[in-house]
């Protein structure tokens, strides 16, 4: 992986981004955690005090969810997002076949473009889809007392909480495949030093194609 | 960098305070806690009559009718009153089979029928020796068994209610009755305590412990520990500041009738009996937000602030009939573990426990029971009592029940329970005479007016008695984990959902196996990298 290219170094990821990404990170981690225990997975703080604690967190990333949907319309990194199929089945390849073979990721990071294709699919499904109907339904789970009064006592339990809990399956799912990607760059820990500092190194010289450039206005 | 560590972590602190769900006992009470001081503020007894100073209590009595009609003579209502009353008629007003006077059977002594004088020395009268008693009897009812305060009547256990009229030992426990002093009894009389409803209702079945497994001797002088509300270091109550009263009827369940049929609070209504819990606690009793005061829907007090019963002295939970009849081993009673007897006789085989983990069930504070003319299927348990309810009846909960185990016997041709004579003189055919249980069963079901085919053999049957005295302080109550895990107390319970307890298991299976392809994706990915690594490295330096 490591070519011998130039290097430079490019600031990626502002400081509320990075704010976002590691209490996020926190929160999902800790609400899984309470969460598989309430689920009956194991026993570690005792039912009650896990329930607590995943109620708060849950309504406490409620909140950060807002933030960071506020952030990315006003920032407009939204644009980060969208998804495409350009060059998609070529990032696929590098991962299955390339990365074995030393060879270079076919998309560079920039600023303007920070996702690969297969990042953007991934993080706009995760958090336009996964992670609000992972909140939507805790929420539902949480209310349960309200629902006679709402009008849902039409609406099961046991349905609500299978649905959270397979939900909570894929989110830990894509954390594993997450940390593990980390990884991949031009060294183990490259990535996740640069969600730390906000500076990526990225080559010299690299192009951003004018369609992956978030700036563009569309 | 480690700076930017610290900003989310402080961030996230910030954001979830009052996440520690430690109790902080500086708080105030919990509202149902204040309601219920509030409730039963009231301490002091008081009284506008002096009994030891009416003359017609002063005169010369020689059995109880003669005090009951010196009784009767000014409160001239009350035995009126009294005989409308489940304590007086042992029957359910609603259906005169069911009731212990009637045909109801239990799985302890069955039925009372020809058995009368051993079982009615509980009954608040005189003389209820057989089916002629004539319940119309005004000065039959029995006023000083509730109301006497010296402690000194007691009725001998197989004389009908009556006392006796000179020293008296019961051969079966060795006690010596003693006649009272009929004066001093009666000038004692006043509300009753807990010594007047006990001397019953703690012994029920016939023993300390028999029948309810939470009420028994312990429960006169409680500790706190036992009971939060009789606690003589607390409270301190009386039967009757729960089981409030009008006009002779004391507040409790009537077998298929509950207590009240409402939960209410007396804030919503002030006349209503303080015999639920919610009289005086109120519908969310636990302090703001605590998640305890959105299960009080679905889940009695008793479910969770009575871990265990019979915490003090033992139950009996188990009565096999069907040993009974032959000496064991050429012994006619045989001692088991907790000071009770194992095997006895006359009664067949016991099993006694403490510290029991009551049976949940749905529970609307109705009990049903079956008499001896119901049909009943005799090729599995047969429950002989069973609380009804159920999960979308708004008056139902989650209640705690003690279930009483058995054999007893049942005629194989009719398919019904049978009602044995047992007590009684060896020519009257009584078993406990005999050991005869043919003999018995016909006796015992002719004297019923029932048929019996003369085949019998013995079924195993359950007993249900509500959990609800020896409230254990809040501190004891149970924990989440005792029904949110997947050894819950409430495993057999259906029809909810509960956190903890249930899972799909497909959907369990699918999302760890997702998770572990993942894992094992990543780590043969991670793996194929580094060995690769190597080779691309070793193609490298080849010249």
């Not at chain 1, 509320?16 to 955690?33: D, K, M, N, P, S």
């Not at chain 1, 560079?108 to 990042?119: E, I, S, Y």
């Not at chain 1, 993080?123 to 009008?151: C, D, F, K, V």
């Amino acid at each position: 992986m490591n070519n011998g290219a130039n290097k430079i170094k490019i600031y990626l990821y502002s400081k509320f981004e990075r704010f976002w990404h590691w209490a996020q990170a926190i929160l999902i981690v800790f609400l899984l955690i309470t969460g598989f225990e309430a689920h009956g997975t194991y026993s570690l703080m005792g039912y009650g005090t896990a329930v607590a604690w995943h109620n708060w967190l849950g309504i406490a990333w409620l909140v950060l969810y807002v933030f960071i949907v506020f952030w990315l319309l006003t920032t407009g990194e939204w644009r980060q997002y969208t998804p495409t199929t350009r060059k998609l089945i070529d990032v696929a390849r590098y991962y299955a076949i390339g990365i074995f073979q030393g060879k270079p990721h076919p998309v560079k990071k920039a600023r303007d473009a920070k996702h690969n294709p297969l990042q953007r699919l991934t993080y706009m499904g995760l958090s336009a889809i996964l992670l609000p109907a992972q909140m939507a339904t805790g929420l539902l789970y949480y209310t349960y007392n309200n629902w006679p009064e709402w009008g849902l006592s039409g609406l099961s339990l046991a349905a609500v909480a299978a649905l959270h809990t397979a939900l909570a399956f894929l989110i830990l799912s894509f954390l594993v495949i997450h940390i593990y990607m980390t990884t991949t760059g031009h060294s183990l820990t490259a990535h996740v030093a640069a969600m730390f500092s906000g500076w990526e190194e990225v080559e010299e010289g690299t192009e951003v194609e004018e369609w992956e450039k978030a700036s563009q206005k569309i | 960098m480690p700076r930017i560590l610290i900003w989310p972590l402080a961030v996230l602190f910030l954001m979830v305070p009052g996440a520690a769900p430690a109790e902080d006992a500086e708080l105030g009470d919990a509202p149902g806690r204040a309601l219920a001081r509030q409730a039963v503020m009231e301490r002091e007894r008081w009284t506008t009559a002096d009994h030891s100073r009416f003359d017609t209590l002063n005169q010369e009595f020689k059995s109880g009718p003669e005090v009951t009609r010196a009784c009767l003579s000014c409160h001239n209502e009350s035995a009126l009153q009294f005989h409308q009353t489940i304590h007086w008629t042992w029957r359910d007003p609603k259906d005169s089979d069911v009731g212990k006077g009637g045909l109801s059977i239990n799985n302890f002594c069955i039925n009372i029928q020809s058995n009368e004088p051993r079982c009615t020395s509980c009954h608040a009268g005189y003389g209820w020796k057989d089916k002629t008693f004539d319940l119309a009897q005004q000065d039959k009812v029995d006023c000083l068994v509730c109301h006497e305060q010296t402690g000194t009547y007691k009725k001998f256990p197989t004389k009908a209610g009556h006392v006796v009229d000179e020293p008296t030992v019961f051969p079966e426990s060795g006690e010596t009755f003693m006649p009272p002093n009929w004066n001093k009894v009666a000038q004692s009389v006043s509300r009753p305590t807990r010594n007047n409803c006990g001397g019953c209702h703690f012994y029920g079945g016939g023993g300390d412990g028999v029948k309810h497994g939470d009420m028994d001797s312990s429960m006169f002088k409680p500790s706190k520990a036992l009971d939060v509300h009789m606690g003589v270091d607390g409270q301190n109550f009386d039967c009757v500041r729960c089981h409030t009263t009008e006009e002779h009827r004391i507040a409790g369940r009537i077998y298929a009738t509950p207590a009240v049929p409402h939960r209410k609070s007396l804030i919503e209504d002030d006349m209503i009996p303080k015999i639920r819990c919610e009289s005086c606690h109120g519908a969310t009793p636990h302090k703001r937000g605590q998640k305890a005061n959105d299960h009080t829907d679905k889940v009695a007090c008793q479910s969770c602030h009575i871990p265990e019963f019979a915490r003090v002295n033992p139950t009996k939970m188990w009565w096999d009939w069907s040993t009974a009849g032959k000496k064991r081993d050429g012994e006619q009673k045989v001692m088991g573990p907790l000071g009770k007897p194992s095997f006895d006789m006359k009664k067949g085989d016991f099993r006694w426990e403490k510290d029991v983990t009551p049976e949940y069930f749905w529970f609307n504070g109705a009990i049903s029971t079956l008499t001896a003319k119901d049909v009943i299927d005799p090729t599995g348990v047969v429950p002989v009592s069973w609380p009804l309810g159920e999960p979308a009846d708004p008056d139902s909960r989650i209640h705690p029940f003690k279930v009483h185990g058995g054999k007893q016997p049942y005629d194989k041709v009719n398919k019904t329970l049978l009602i044995p004579h047992l007590f009684g003189k060896k020519e009257t055919g009584a078993f406990w005479g005999n050991f005869d249980w043919k003999l018995a069963l016909e006796k015992g079901m002719d004297y019923a007016g029932l048929p019996f085919s003369g085949e019998y053999d013995f079924v195993e049957t359950t007993y249900v008695f509500p959990t609800t005295h020896m409230v254990a302080p809040k501190e004891k109550a149970l924990d989440c984990a005792a029904c949110h895990s997947r050894q819950s107390r409430l495993a057999g319970l259906t029809g909810i959902y509960m956190p903890g307890r249930d899972r799909m298991d497909i959907l369990d299976m699918a999302g760890w196996g997702i998770v572990l392809l993942s894992l094992a994706g990543a780590l043969l990915h991670g793996l194929g990298r580094i060995i690769m690594k190597g080779n691309n490295r070793k193609e490298g330096n080849r010249p």
